[in-house]
């Protein structure tokens, strides 16, 4: 007990985020806010309203998720035969064309990778609400994951904007971005924002408070 | 405890503070809300957009492919297909498609679909944007009760979408050439086609399907008669008479079906309505107005047929156009029609004879005689007939004749004078007897040559045949033959050969005449075009 040094909660200290400048906590964590003195910047000792803000976040990437998916993303008119194409679809298609590589890669980008974020997301913030104790470390080793592949999921959108922007040889090919593809955009960065809500400290207090207990 | 609040940093600086907005309400919950609402409006436009799914039922699936093949409705693209699959008999296979929701109210068990290939014929190539961009499916609306699931045909059906075109059946014992699109013709013009034929379970007629395209099927009447046009005809009949017959060279290459109408048409025939198919092109078709028509009583048949010659000095002026037993069976009628121009040579006391074959006599004591009336008509068989130079009188259509077996010496004596009018203008039993006719009251009789008004008498004679053609008339006459110089006397005599009556006064203005007149009772107000002799007749 001795050996675990006292945090920065038990102390009532807080780090600026931006300039991390040490200062006092702010005395009720509903009164006014913390202003950083440096630099003006909010100091809080948890992410404000993190659950909520992660919950409402991931719930919306829920949501468009599946306009994502069913919704063409991108529509191809080559000799005036229109084919749209949604993410699986396209990534059937590159199958078939035997583009192995491109075809991992986008299914990696756009289907496994939203929807593995989209379900640790959850499943934090489902476990800090259970207070649950289990193995805080490798759950706070997944939200840095999360944190770190989550801009990957762009490619598709960034290829999409790519393709949109230099195949536009009107009658032989042009290819239009579907609405699909607006509704991924919005799954990726809303993942993203969801991912920077969830503060991972949370994970952690349920131990200081059963240490407290003890 | 305290050992920790010892180590309390000594810089810790003191945060400002700022007053929190605070509600119950986190401002972020709109995000999702946001989503909700965008994702929904998105179902609600994807759903609605979405169109009726069908099924249909092909034969084959051949060319088509799931997710590309198109469905088009007159080039438009109405529906694609989502998936094809075998049925579970493994028997046919199955489509599924999903139409535009423009189609919805419109999908119902007379709605037909087809597969449009490429289709390459010696006479026609179709399909051929199919070769590009892939088998497609094509739609064609119908009426009947609402339905999803649909029977797919093999073939396009040739109406393909518009009502205006009028179908009619013919019932035939072989189908011959013919085929789907086979030509439909009338005097070599193509107005339609073969639909389709079915074939059916018994021995019953084939009936073959076709459609006459919009302005045409006013060409087809009840009493149209429809042969099979195809291939080629080959007439040897006799030595000198080969011919060769083709319609066209397209119902040469794909069979064909033309039509005509008798010489006077019957009403318009309704859609739907069945006709025989004639094997073969059929004779002309005959009528008093072609001719003087007669009948010939004969005990015996003698090697006589339909088409033979009726022949006046071995010079062939009527054709015998029908054979059979007359109602009691006591004799066989032969009808035959006389030329117009050549009517008047037959009389009340003409003799007929048959002209066919040889007769051979044979007599101890005047030795053997062979009379043949002619190469031709030994070869042909055919009638011939002579008019005693006195007393007969003009004979009435339909009038009745002995044929006898062979001519008596002196028949072949007479040698009356008659005159003919080959130069008739009207074709309607034009001539006149010049020197002892009792029907004939004048010589000139000619109808183009009296140009003097209130001539009209002298073309009396001419119009003892085409009265009683007239009478004969089923219908209102439709036309009147018009020489270039058209006379009041000759329009009215023309008019009164057509069996108009009671002819009024008549006023011209351009090319259009206006009278009035009569016919069979009903006054009339007639309007004809001069330069093709059309009339038009209206209640008065």
């Avoid at chain 2, 004679?461 to 058209?486: C, I, K």
Wanted: hydrophobic content about 45%; some cysteine.
């Amino acid at each position: 007990m001795s050996a675990a040094p006292a945090t920065a909660m038990e102390r009532a200290l807080v780090a600026c985020h931006s300039c991390e400048l040490l200062c006092q906590a702010p005395r009720d964590p509903d009164g006014p806010r913390g202003i950083c003195p440096r630099c003006g910047a909010a100091v809080e000792q948890r992410k404000p309203n993190s659950l909520a803000r992660s919950w409402a976040l991931v719930l919306a990437a829920y949501i468009l998720y599946v306009p994502a998916n069913l919704l063409p993303v991108m529509t191809v008119v080559s000799f005036g035969k229109a084919e749209s194409d949604t993410i699986l679809s396209g990534v059937k298609a590159l199958i078939a064309s035997g583009d192995w590589p491109i075809a991992v890669l986008v299914f990696l980008a756009s289907i496994t990778i939203p929807v593995a974020k989209l379900l640790a997301l959850t499943f934090l913030l489902i476990s800090v609400h259970l207070k649950s104790r289990w193995d805080p470390k490798d759950r706070t080793r997944l939200y840095r994951m999360i944190e770190v592949i989550g801009r990957w999921s762009m490619i598709d959108i960034f290829m999409i904007s790519i393709l949109v922007a230099l195949i536009t040889l009107k009658n032989i090919a042009t290819v239009q971005a579907g609405i699909g593809a607006i509704c991924f955009a919005a799954v990726v960065i809303i993942t993203i924002f969801a991912a920077q809500s969830f503060d991972p400290r949370l994970i952690w207090d349920v131990l200081e408070e059963g240490k407290d207990n003890d | 405890m305290t050992e920790s609040e010892a180590k309390q940093p000594p810089r810790a600086s003191a945060p400002k503070v700022h007053p929190r907005s605070h509600g119950r309400f986190s401002i972020v919950w709109l995000i999702p809300l946001g989503a909700a609402l965008v994702g929904g409006w998105l179902a609600y436009r994807t759903i609605s957009e979405q169109g009726p799914s069908v099924t249909i039922a092909f034969e084959t699936a051949d060319g088509l492919e799931a997710g590309k093949t198109k469905i088009l409705f007159k080039g438009l693209q109405a529906g694609i297909v989502d998936a094809v699959h075998a049925t579970e008999d493994l028997s046919s296979v199955v489509v599924y498609a999903t139409l535009i929701k423009e189609l919805k109210p419109h999908l119902n068990d007379g709605v037909r679909f087809w597969v449009v290939r490429p289709e390459i014929s010696l006479t026609r190539v179709s399909g051929l944007d199919t070769l590009v961009s892939g088998d497609f499916i094509a739609f064609q609306p119908g009426t009947g009760t609402p339905t999803r699931t649909f029977k797919g045909l093999d073939k396009p059906p040739v109406e393909a979408g518009d009502a205006k075109h009028r179908k009619f059946v013919l019932r035939t014992e072989t189908l011959g050439s013919l085929d789907r699109g086979s030509p439909v013709l009338y005097r070599g013009v193509t107005v339609g086609e073969v639909s389709g034929y079915t074939l059916p379970d018994d021995d019953k007629p084939l009936t073959v399907d076709i459609v006459v395209h919009d302005p045409h099927h006013k060409l087809v009447r009840e009493n149209t008669r429809f042969w099979n046009a195809s291939g080629i005809k080959f007439n040897m009949g006799d030595l000198f008479d080969a011919s060769l017959e083709v319609e066209s060279l397209k119902s040469l290459l794909e069979g064909g079906i033309a039509f005509a109408n008798p010489a006077e048409p019957g009403p318009a025939a309704k859609p739907g309505t069945a006709f025989a198919l004639l094997d073969e092109k059929p004779a002309k078709p005959r009528s008093a107005k072609d001719g003087l028509a007669l009948v010939l009583k004969s005990a015996n048949l003698r090697s006589v047929k339909a088409g033979d010659p009726i022949l006046y000095r071995e010079f062939q002026v009527g054709t015998v156009v029908e054979v059979g037993l007359d109602a009691e069976a006591t004799s066989v009628d032969l009808k035959i029609v006389i030329e117009p121009d050549y009517a008047a040579l037959v009389e009340t006391n003409t003799v007929f004879w048959n002209a066919s074959g040889i007769n051979a006599s044979f007599s101890l004591f005047s030795g053997a005689s062979i009379d043949i009336e002619s190469l031709r008509a030994l070869l042909d068989g055919g009638i011939a007939f002579a008019t005693p130079d006195q007393g007969g009188r003009a004979v009435k259509p339909g009038a009745v004749f002995t044929l006898y077996d062979r001519p008596k010496e002196e028949w072949r004596a007479w040698a009356p004078h008659i005159r003919l009018h080959k130069d008739s203008p009207t074709g309607t039993g034009a001539a006149a007897k010049s020197d002892s006719g009792a029907g004939a009251k004048s010589d000139t009789g000619t109808v183009s040559e009296s140009p003097v008004p209130g001539d009209s008498q002298a073309t009396g004679a001419a119009r003892d045949g085409g009265d009683a053609a007239a009478t004969e008339l089923s219908g209102l006459p439709t036309s009147v033959t018009l020489p270039g110089h058209v006379t009041t006397a000759v329009l009215e005599s023309q008019l009164r050969d057509l069996g108009y009556a009671n002819i009024g006064a008549i006023e011209k203005s351009g090319a259009i005449i206006h009278l009035h007149a009569d016919w069979q009772g009903k006054p009339l107000k007639l309007r004809i075009d001069s330069r093709d002799g059309a009339i038009q007749a209206t209640g008065r």
